[in-house]
């Protein structure tokens, strides 16, 4: 190879690296034992560098780790393989050492993070322990604070049941003292016992003052207004035998009857010495509330029983007391006035009856009626029930004579077996006690007063 030659090729070892020798390399083959193959011709391709990130030389095919060729250089091309494999070294050691650098920057970079990542960790592990500390430390206090509340509660329960009880035992003795002191308006048995029968002995000496003896009417036909229903009350028969009883001897038995009807209906129940319109709602409210109209049976509970009677008594109590001159002057008017109304009634019905002396008649009736308003108010104003006992319609058919509450009119024989044929005055039951209690007991004050046949 000319000096020329070497020129040109050295200048262009930069493009394509030399062609090796054929000759040389089939020799280097049998030396080296390695397989036979054909000459290859010139490798006139770019010589290619090795890339910085290629662990191993890419120069030949035939070796992994070095960069020698598998053929021994010959001459000029030798020294010039020997030169450019000294620089690649030096290029190969400078680019790992730059690699190295970047990995060792990379592992640095990556082990900071990783320290960052576990200092961050960490922090976050202690927040959380110090929320958690936190936590628990709040629900102690509010365990302690609900505790504490709770048992402050069940105190207070305990304190308000024990006012309720102490409320509830001082309410009763209030209503003992009002009842026993001056709540109500009490009187004696003794006392209600004298009014009544006074009452029924004006009544009897009435009708056999006026009555007795004399000559009854052709006919039964009393002028309205009169009380005729109250006359089929005490006989309740036919015609003719309404017409018997209103003939016979005992006329006046039946005239006593009738007045104590008319009296029970028209002065005790409608209450006018509190005033004609308010006598007028008083009773009907009192009808809406009695608890022995309200249920299927006449005896109410005892205690509903007592709360009425005291409503009852007190209410009277007080529209009474709240009573001023000119109000009890135009209530003892309108008394007056009801008064002649029921006394006019009952004339049209005894005149019906019997012949009598209308004048002295009416004076009696009169009286017993003004007698009859005092009896009635004394009642109202108690707290005990008084019921007038007549119901001889509700007896058997033909009721018997019964010595626990019953008793002949006087001058009349008591026989062994007696028909009752009609009450002539209505016992008197009494149900509590005027100091509002007792309720759940009952006494007969007076029995009824019969007339029977001989």
Partial sequence: MSHQSDQEYVGSRSRTPPSPDTTSQWHHSVISGRPMVSAPVADVRPFLSRPPYAPYSLYSPHSLYTSSPPYTPIGGAGRYDQTFQSEYDVSMETENDRIISGLRRDVEYERNRRLQCETRSQEQRQRERRLQERLEGFNRVFQQKEDKLRHELEEKEKEVAERT????????????????????????????????????????????????????????????????????????????????????????????????????????????????????????????????????????????????????????????????????????????????????????????????????????????????????????????????MFDLEKEPETPQLGAETMELESGQHVKKTQEVSWVVAPGVMKRGKSTGEGFDHEEMLLKRIISSDE
């Avoid at 009808?287 to 249920?295: E, H, I, N, R, V």
């Avoid at 009416?362 to 308003?373: Q, V």
């Fill in 165 to 388: 009880r102490q409320w509830k035992k001082a309410a009763g003795d209030l209503n003992r003292l009002r009842a026993s002191a001056q709540g109500f308006y009490q009187i004696t048995d003794e006392y209600l016992t004298g009014l009544i029968s006074s009452l029924r002995f004006s009544i009897r000496n009435f009708s056999l003052q006026y009555f007795e003896g004399k000559s009854s009417s052709n006919t039964f036909f009393a002028m309205p207004p009169n009380y005729r229903g109250h006359v089929r009350a005490i006989l309740p028969g036919k015609e003719a035998e309404i017409y018997a009883g209103v003939h016979s001897k005992r006329n006046h038995q039946i005239i006593q009857a009738l007045i104590w009807r008319v009296l029970v209906a028209d002065v005790f129940g409608r209450f006018p010495w509190v005033g004609g319109k308010t006598g007028e709602s008083f009773k009907h409210l009192r009808t809406k509330l009695d608890p022995a109209q309200s249920g299927d049976s006449k005896r109410s509970e005892p205690e509903a029983e007592r709360k009425f009677q005291t409503w009852s008594a007190t209410t009277i109590g007080l529209l009474l007391d709240a009573q001023s001159p000119e109000e009890q002057s135009q209530i003892q008017q309108g008394v007056e006035d009801e008064t002649a109304r029921i006394v006019g009634c009952l004339l049209n019905t005894l005149e019906a009856m019997v012949k009598f002396e209308e004048q002295e008649a009416e004076d009696g009736l009169t009286s017993i009626i003004s007698e009859a308003y005092a009896v009635g108010k004394e009642i109202s104003r108690q707290t005990a029930r008084i019921t007038w």
